[in-house]
């Protein structure tokens, strides 16, 4: 297969690139080669004609995006639109890499690919519309996934929530974090591998939830971190402050696929996946 990659180099992009050219010939674009946002920057997805166009790209700083709705929507919405679009006028598939905080987070229970979206900030909220655009074009995928953690470490961020334990741990610094938002990890190397058999198996088009099985607190993923890795810090369950951030964030917003385990598709648990992170890190 033909696949390009837009995002090539963030965190999932970099794990992407790595295991689907192993067997298909793979094209690589970042922001300096496209700007998602604009229709004209997007034509050079013609080039190559590929069969499969995978777009990673996302402007995902959730406070930021409350200040910035207009490039949250371009980047996130109207650049799902124009790939999905062109996507569709030269036969190739879309994929769309989309997130957990299309849900509220009230329902108290992982969400599956049947629940009804309903996003609180201008980051889920764009992402939702970036799903409805992908739907454009009939032969489309949309994997959610969520709470990221890969080698490359995330694009804008710098490093991952895992590289930020370490780092306050080797800083000798007290480690306050949040006991009452619960999610589902990661890992970009199993999300990219989920998607690669997704691909390959030709599963019909539609969403699919391709995060690491299980959930867990944000106290609970950083108590697992210091256990796999032998660390000992100073670490506290503190609450969710109500006036943290611009952004209203869902309380609960686990994901499960009910689709993937019907083609006997499952990510493995997210400890086991947290382990084999760590070991490629070189913290194990």
């Not at 919405?77 to 006028?89: D, P, W």
């Amino acid at each position: 297969m033909k696949i390009t990659v837009i995002g090539s180099t963030g965190q999932f992009g970099t794990d992407l690139m790595q295991i689907l050219s192993k067997e298909n010939e793979v094209i690589g674009l970042n922001h300096k080669d496209i700007e998602v946002a604009n229709y004209d920057s997007c034509l050079i997805l013609k080039q190559n004609h590929p069969d499969i166009i995978i777009n990673t790209a996302a402007f995902h700083k959730t406070d930021q995006c409350e200040n910035e709705p207009l490039k949250t929507f371009s980047v996130n919405a109207l650049g799902a639109r124009n790939v999905a679009l062109i996507s569709k006028e030269i036969g190739a598939t879309t994929v769309f890499v989309s997130t957990d905080y299309v849900f509220d987070g009230s329902q108290n229970k992982p969400y599956t690919e049947d629940d009804t979206p309903l996003p609180i900030n201008t980051y889920g909220i764009s992402k939702l519309a970036a799903e409805h655009f992908t739907r454009q074009n009939p032969k489309y995928y949309t994997i959610r996934i969520a709470s990221v953690f890969g080698a490359a470490g995330a694009s804008g961020k710098g490093g991952n929530f895992v590289e930020t334990m370490i780092k306050k741990t080797k800083n000798r610094e007290p480690i306050n974090v949040v006991e009452d938002m619960w999610m589902s990890p990661t890992y970009t190397k199993d999300a990219a591998l989920t998607l690669k058999e997704i691909l390959e198996r030709q599963l019909p088009f539609g969403i699919y939830h391709a995060t690491n099985k299980g959930y867990c607190s944000w106290y609970q993923f950083a108590k697992e971190i210091f256990c796999i890795s032998s660390l000992n810090p100073i670490l506290n369950p503190i609450p969710t402050d109500p006036n943290y951030g611009n952004a209203k964030r869902p309380r609960f917003s686990a994901l499960r696929s009910v689709k993937l385990p019907l083609y006997h598709l499952e990510p493995r648990d997210w400890k086991e996946a947290l382990r084999a992170y760590l070991i490629e890190k070189g913290h194990v």
